[in-house]
Structures are given as structure tokens and as C-alpha cells.
């Protein structure tokens, strides 16, 4: 266990996490995995392989593939499913630390709307995630194209949570006034994370093929760090006067100023992902690196720097 000189805790559609580190859906296994690693109390929370109805095998080999900038991927959503979950995963979800964020996937919205159900009802599940951004599935994005659809299929699924905040996940967003972000807090969203790997490509230039078995996927890591603080600064300068919803905000995060920009840009918590591949103990260096920071800026807390970057006016779009 870490003990925190600064306040670095903050809230998240009602939940306290000790700290602002949130381990990414993908990067930690079904979730529990990551305890066993990393000392307690450097992660706020740990977000759970996104889960589906059925087990998924995913995509064939290859489904990595590492890049100088960061990753490519077409996992595929691979999972236990949802039964298996419940079984097997369930009753590991307890910690004196981080609190677990239970993400959900699927073809359709029933799926959604089974999966949320099920976790609805789960103690150790004290925040729910809807993955509606996976760009390595055919219905993965099947909702982001179209503001309607999102505010429909994050109704639908907010109709089931009887007591459990939603996080809606989103892919990067470019439009002006971010219509699909927007859609998903009217549909219900309590909270957002953002962003998801970007749709990309590599192709092996002596067979002529691509890299990916499954022709493109999805990029993360460093390459993708200043889209997702665009983005992220977009989408606050969306709400006045601090209505803005929660924000986790990731991609590319591997150095603590890395996360320090994503709060600044309006992000409450940061998320990891592909740096933890690489070393899951660098969330202790990280949250090190927070704590220094927060004592410089001369304030209380962590949350008081949300959205604090000193500016003209972020255009929203
Ligand atoms: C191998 C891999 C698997 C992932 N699986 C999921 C997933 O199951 N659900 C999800 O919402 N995001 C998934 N993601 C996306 C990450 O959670 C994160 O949004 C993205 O990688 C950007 O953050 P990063 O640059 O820190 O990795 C995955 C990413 C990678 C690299």
C-alpha cells in the first residue's frame, strides 16, 4: 500500500477513487489480475475486459502488434462472457484499494441491456462502462455514427441500472460540438471515457499483406496522446459553468505529465492502458509524479486542476 502526500482523490459520477488512475478495459485482464502486481492504493479504479453475453474467442494471430509510437490491435473482444464472468470473475472483485468499473459489450442493445442487468445487481461493481467504441468488431461502433442512435442505446441500457452509475466509452471524435459525446450525456451517461484506439493500419511491405489478420485495428499508445486531449478539452468547453459530466480521460498516458495534461484539458481521472503492457508499476511513478505536481500548483487537491488550463477558450469542435 502507497501512501498519498497530496490529495489526489476524486469522484466519479458519486464514487471516490483514492486515486485518479484508472486502469483501462483491455489492459489488466478480466480486472482482479492487475492486484497481484501493482501496490495498492495507485489505481482508483480497474476497469474489467469488456464483457459480452456469449464467450468470444476473438480475432486469429496476429492481434498485436507493437509500433515505435505505441500499439495496433484487433483483439476482438475476446472474453469469458458473461456467465463465465459472473462464476469466476465476481467473486475476486473486492479490494482495499481500487474499485472495479465493469464494462459491457455486445452486438446489439439487448446485449448491452443483458450484460447491465447482470451487473447491475454486482456489489463489487460500483460503476458500469458501455464500450460503444471497439473498432475491431462489425458492430463495435455500431452506435457512433448517428447522435440518435447513441442517445437511444444509452437509454436503453441506463433504463436497467437501477443503482449503478454509467460510463459511456467513446471513440475519438472530431465533429464539431462533438454531436456523438453529446448524445450519450443526453442519453443518460453519468459519466465519460475517452478515447478508444483509433482505426489504423500496417501492412508488411515484403508479403504485401496486412499485419493485422484481421486487415486493420485499432492504434493506441503515445501516437494517439494529443487527439485524446483535444478532444478531451473539446468536450469540456462543450458544458458552462462546470455542468460537464465526469470525464476519464486516456490515451498515450505513459509519463505523469501525460495524465496531468488530460486533467488540465477537463479529464477528472486518467486512464491507462498500453503503457501497462509495458509495465504495469508505472502507475506508482505516475501517481509520484501527480503528487509533486499538485504540491507546486499550490492547491488543496488533484480535482481543483480539472479543467484549470489557462487559456483562450477552447473552441468546441
Ligand atoms: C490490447 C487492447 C485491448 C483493449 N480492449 C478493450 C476493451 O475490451 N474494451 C474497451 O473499452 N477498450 C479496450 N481497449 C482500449 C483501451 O481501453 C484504451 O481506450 C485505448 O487503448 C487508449 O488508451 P491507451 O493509449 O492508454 O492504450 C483495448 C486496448 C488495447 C491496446
Given at each position: 500500500?502507497?501512501?498519498l502526500?497530496?490529495?489526489?482523490?476524486?469522484?466519479?459520477?458519486?464514487?471516490?477513487?483514492?486515486?485518479?488512475?484508472?486502469?483501462?478495459?483491455?489492459a489488466?485482464?478480466?480486472?482482479?489480475?492487475?492486484l497481484?502486481v501493482?501496490?495498492?492504493?495507485?489505481?482508483?479504479?480497474?476497469?474489467?475486459?469488456?464483457?459480452?453475453?456469449?464467450?468470444?474467442?476473438?480475432?486469429?494471430?496476429?492481434?498485436?502488434?507493437?509500433?515505435?509510437?505505441?500499439?495496433?490491435?484487433?483483439?476482438g473482444?475476446?472474453n469469458?462472457?458473461?456467465?463465465?464472468?459472473?462464476?469466476?470473475?465476481?467473486?475476486?472483485?473486492h479490494s482495499?484499494?481500487?474499485?472495479?468499473?465493469?464494462?459491457?459489450a455486445?452486438?446489439?442493445?439487448?446485449?448491452?441491456?443483458?450484460?447491465?442487468?447482470?451487473?447491475?445487481s454486482v456489489?463489487?461493481?460500483?460503476?458500469?462502462?458501455?464500450?460503444?467504441?471497439?473498432p475491431?468488431?462489425?458492430?463495435g461502433?455500431?452506435?457512433?455514427?448517428?447522435?440518435?442512435?447513441?442517445?437511444?442505446?444509452?437509454?436503453?441500457?441506463k433504463?436497467?441500472?437501477?443503482?449503478?452509475?454509467?460510463?459511456?466509452?467513446?471513440?475519438?471524435?472530431?465533429?464539431?460540438?462533438?454531436?456523438?459525446a453529446?448524445?450519450?450525456?443526453?442519453?443518460?451517461?453519468?459519466?465519460?471515457?475517452?478515447?478508444?484506439?483509433v482505426?489504423?493500419?500496417?501492412?508488411?511491405?515484403?508479403?504485401?499483406?496486412?499485419?493485422?489478420?484481421?486487415?486493420?485495428?485499432?492504434l493506441?499508445?503515445?501516437?494517439?496522446?494529443?487527439?485524446?486531449?483535444?478532444?478531451v478539452?473539446?468536450?469540456?468547453?462543450?458544458?458552462?459553468?462546470?455542468?460537464c459530466?465526469p470525464?476519464?480521460?486516456?490515451?498515450?498516458?505513459?509519463r505523469w505529465?501525460?495524465?496531468a495534461?488530460?486533467i488540465?484539458?477537463?479529464?477528472?481521472?486518467v486512464?491507462?492502458?498500453?503503457?501497462l503492457?509495458?509495465?504495469?508499476?508505472?502507475?506508482?511513478?505516475?501517481?509520484?509524479?501527480?503528487?509533486?505536481w499538485?504540491?507546486?500548483?499550490g492547491?488543496?487537491?488533484?480535482?481543483?486542476?480539472?479543467?484549470?488550463?489557462?487559456?483562450?477558450?477552447?473552441?468546441?469542435?
Amino acid at each position: 500500500m502507497i501512501s498519498l502526500m497530496s490529495d489526489l482523490s476524486v469522484t466519479i459520477a458519486g464514487v471516490e477513487l483514492g486515486s485518479p488512475l484508472v486502469a483501462a478495459a483491455g489492459a489488466a485482464g478480466c480486472g482482479p489480475e492487475l492486484l497481484d502486481v501493482v501496490p495498492s492504493g495507485t489505481f482508483g479504479a480497474i476497469t474489467t475486459k469488456s464483457i459480452t453475453p456469449e464467450c468470444r474467442d476473438g480475432h486469429p494471430p496476429w492481434r498485436l502488434i507493437e509500433l515505435p509510437t505505441g500499439m495496433l490491435n484487433a483483439v476482438g473482444l475476446a472474453n469469458p462472457g458473461l456467465d463465465s464472468f459472473m462464476t469466476d470473475v465476481v467473486p475476486h472483485l473486492h479490494s482495499n484499494g481500487p474499485v472495479f468499473i465493469g464494462s459491457m459489450a455486445g452486438h446489439s442493445i439487448d446485449d448491452y441491456v443483458a450484460v447491465a442487468r447482470a451487473f447491475d445487481s454486482v456489489p463489487g461493481l460500483p460503476l458500469v462502462e458501455a464500450n460503444m467504441s471497439c473498432p475491431n468488431t462489425g458492430t463495435g461502433r455500431q452506435f457512433t455514427d448517428d447522435p440518435i442512435a447513441m442517445r437511444e442505446a444509452v437509454a436503453a441500457i441506463k433504463s436497467e441500472l437501477k443503482q449503478t452509475p454509467l460510463l459511456v466509452k467513446l471513440p475519438l471524435e472530431m465533429a464539431p460540438g462533438y454531436p456523438i459525446a453529446m448524445a450519450a450525456v443526453e442519453g443518460g451517461a453519468d459519466a465519460l471515457t475517452f478515447i478508444n484506439t483509433v482505426p489504423a493500419m500496417s501492412i508488411d511491405v515484403d508479403t504485401r499483406r496486412p499485419r493485422l489478420s484481421n486487415t486493420a485495428g485499432g492504434l493506441s499508445g503515445p501516437a494517439v496522446h494529443q487527439l485524446a486531449v483535444r478532444m478531451v478539452a473539446g468536450v469540456h468547453a462543450c458544458f458552462d459553468g462546470g455542468s460537464c459530466p465526469p470525464i476519464i480521460g486516456l490515451g498515450g498516458v505513459t509519463r505523469w505529465s501525460d495524465a496531468a495534461e488530460l486533467i488540465l484539458a477537463g479529464a477528472s481521472a486518467v486512464g491507462l492502458g498500453t503503457a501497462l503492457f509495458a509495465d504495469p508499476r508505472l502507475s506508482v511513478r505516475i501517481v509520484r509524479g501527480l503528487e509533486r505536481w499538485v504540491r507546486k500548483q499550490g492547491v488543496a487537491g488533484l480535482s481543483e486542476l480539472t479543467g484549470a488550463v489557462q487559456s483562450e477558450p477552447v473552441i468546441p469542435g
